[in-house]
Nanobody, 115 residues
Framework: VQLAESGGGLVQTGGSLRLSCTAYGFTFSTYEMSWYRQAPGKERGLVAG????????NYADSVKGRFTVSRDNAKNTVYLQMNSLKPDDTAVYYC?????????WGKGTLVTVSS
């Protein structure tokens, strides 16, 4: 079982990035997927989530209107489109898969937003 994030990097304030998380070793389409982030010295917190069929999404207030979560079950991949990035968005971003009592985490990808 593996979740592999990619797409992080250094971007200027106001810029955009798209994160990807590809799943291996489990039935991706049956798992709710989420993105979390953890900034230095802070707790990990939910950024966005998406239901199995992509019919429902939810977002942290701090990213509403700027970030969009989506998924492609045929590609076993969940995405996080991040626009209008701010220095406060700097963090390690993790994807998370949940189904019943099973929870899987990726290793994270670093996003740095320069001012």
């Amino acid at each position: 079982v593996q979740l592999a994030e990619s797409g992080g990097g250094l971007v200027q304030t106001g810029g955009s990035l798209r994160l990807s998380c590809t799943a291996y070793g489990f039935t991706f389409s049956t798992y709710e997927m989420s993105w979390y982030r953890q900034a230095p010295g802070k707790e990990r917190g939910l950024v966005a989530g998406i239901s199995t069929g992509a019919g429902q999404t939810n977002y942290a207030d701090s990213v509403k209107g700027r970030f969009t979560v989506s998924r492609d079950n045929a590609k076993n991949t969940v995405y996080l489109q991040m626009n209008s990035l701010k220095p406060d968005d700097t963090a390690v971003y993790y994807c998370c898969a949940v189904s019943g009592g099973l929870v899987y985490w990726g290793k994270g990808t670093l996003v740095t937003v320069s001012s």
